[in-house]
């Protein structure tokens, strides 16, 4: 079975911290995709990364980074100096080429100015 | 539009009636896809067109949903005899290219059954 788990449902950190989202998968093929989705209160769900299972190598994008590990089955997401404007639900997302994105329930993430 | 284009965006029906929420995917898209967002939840799949024949609709909880994209641009989710365990945002989304996973959403349409 194919599963997302992200065990923090809320964060709440003040403007220009550093924070980190979990997100832990099980799943038993080995060639897969994860994700993470963003969505703001308008509600679209908004793209941010893929990465396939065969490429561990950490990215950096801006103050987004990504830290995936298999060998703990987790793709954590860590936003440096938070904004206001990261205040949002975000979703990790497993997917195996099917067509069907299997999502995490979300954390919900508050930036206190 | 510039982006996935969802009506209505709030719909209140009463228990037992029949409902259609529109979808309209950015131009160009032959994908577009179904999910339905309960409270607290993440996004659970529904159906996927890829343009106009239903490839995959194994996520439909039953007979009650169904869904159609006859002109492949245009979705339409229709949802007879509604229940108040159908109230939901219903979230419709595209992709210009199969098997990547990177999807446009649109805003959604809340559905609140009394």
């Known amino acids: 079975a194919q599963k997302v788990t992200q065990a923090q449902t809320e964060i709440s950190v003040v403007e220009k911290e550093d924070v980190t989202l979990d997100c832990v998968y099980e799943?038993?093929?080995?060639?897969?995709?994860l994700f993470w989705y963003k969505q703001p209160p308008s509600g679209e769900l908004v793209f941010l990364i893929r990465?396939?299972?065969?490429?561990?190598q950490n990215e950096i994008s801006g103050r987004y980074s990504w830290n995936f590990q298999k060998s703990t089955s987790s793709f954590n997401f860590t936003i440096t100096a938070s904004q206001v404007v990261d205040s949002a639900v975000y979703f990790c997302?497993?997917?195996?080429?099917?067509?069907?994105?299997?999502f995490g329930t979300g954390t919900r993430l508050t930036i206190i100015p | 539009g510039a982006g996935v284009s969802q009506t209505p965006s709030n719909k209140v029906t009463e228990k037992g009636k029949y409902v259609e929420l529109r979808c309209d995917p950015i131009?160009?898209?032959?994908?577009l896809y179904w999910y339905r967002q309960s409270l607290g939840q993440g996004p659970e799949f529904l159906i996927y067109?890829?343009?106009?024949?239903?490839?995959?609709d194994s996520g439909l909880p039953n007979d009650r949903f169904f869904a159609v994209r006859p002109e492949g641009s245009v979705s339409t989710l229709k949802i007879q005899r509604t229940e108040r365990g159908d109230s939901a945002v219903y979230l419709c989304?595209?992709?210009?290219?199969?098997?990547?996973?990177?999807?446009?959403f649109g805003e959604g349409s809340r559905l609140t059954v009394l």
């Open positions: 799943t038993r093929d080995t060639t897969y995709y």
């Open positions: 989304a595209s992709s210009s290219a199969l098997n990547t996973g990177e999807l446009f």
């Open positions: 990465r396939n299972s065969f490429d561990e």
């Open positions: 997302a497993l997917y195996f080429g099917n067509e069907k994105l299997t």
């Open positions: 131009s160009g898209h032959t994908a």
């Open positions: 067109f890829q343009g106009t024949g239903a490839a995959d």
